[in-house]
């Protein structure tokens, strides 16, 4: 039968979702210290959490100026080097962390991997609900996503998101891990009405002397609040 031997299309996964901002506030607060660290670590360099528990110490440059991760190719899913930033605030939360351990060694992960179960606890904990309204749950992922989402709604150019995350492909930092969530959609759409309106208001526009075969703005904005004129039904007969 030539049907055995289609494949079987894989089932799509869901999108995963992100921290909200308020959630991220309330996990660093509920959670215990050293794993406050690692979550705000992972909030704000947004990095794989396989490869931010795996790279040695010695890649964080935490004492420099400019602080920030030297991810070389090994570490990075792309086969790329790229450098993730870090601010000052928590280039000192690592140093402090860096002077508590006692076997401290830049040739050793700076970060063990949490268990699953101890991020899904400090987010219970914290008040955050395990999946939200469109069925995605918390995870590792969550905190790559907030990256780009966060700098998204600061208005932060979307390449600059691409490189904190070292992807390679723009398309895959806006369509896999920017999270716009229906509220900003909501907030866009009015933005776009009311350009629509101003515009046909003629604001900000040049006046033209010239007959234009098209209503007015203001008779735009009239027909709008208007009900629909009553269809005349003609006989086909």
């Not at 995963?16 to 909030?43: D, H, I, K, N």
């Not at 063990?112 to 749950?137: Q, S, V």
Request: net charge positive.
């Amino acid at each position: 039968n030539p049907a055995d031997k289609v494949r079987t299309p894989r089932p799509l996964k869901k999108k995963g979702r992100s921290w909200t901002l308020p959630e991220a506030v309330s996990l660093l607060e509920c959670a215990p210290w050293e794993r406050m660290v690692f979550y705000r670590f992972q909030l704000i360099a947004g990095m794989r959490v396989g490869a931010a528990t795996t790279i040695p110490a010695g890649y964080i440059r935490m004492d420099d100026a400019e602080a920030r991760v030297e991810i070389p190719e090994a570490f990075s899913k792309t086969k790329r080097e790229y450098a993730p930033a870090i601010d000052p605030i928590t280039a000192k939360m690592l140093r402090i962390l860096r002077a508590a351990t006692p076997d401290y060694s830049p040739n050793l992960p700076l970060f063990k991997r949490p268990h699953h179960e101890l991020l899904r606890d400090d987010a219970a904990r914290a008040g955050i609900r395990l999946k939200d309204d469109r069925g995605r749950a918390v995870g590792w992922n969550c905190f790559r996503r907030f990256v780009p989402t966060q700098l998204d709604k600061l208005g932060v150019n979307a390449t600059v998101a691409q490189a904190q995350l070292g992807h390679s492909d723009i398309s895959t930092t806006l369509t896999h891990y920017t999270d716009a969530g229906f509220r900003e959609r909501s907030v866009a759409v009015s933005l776009l009405s009311t350009a629509i309106c101003e515009s046909a208001t003629g604001a900000g526009a040049e006046k033209s002397t010239k007959p234009v075969d098209k209503p007015t703005g203001t008779a735009i904005l009239k027909a709008v609040n208007q009900r629909p004129p009553k269809t005349q039904t003609t006989s086909t007969r």
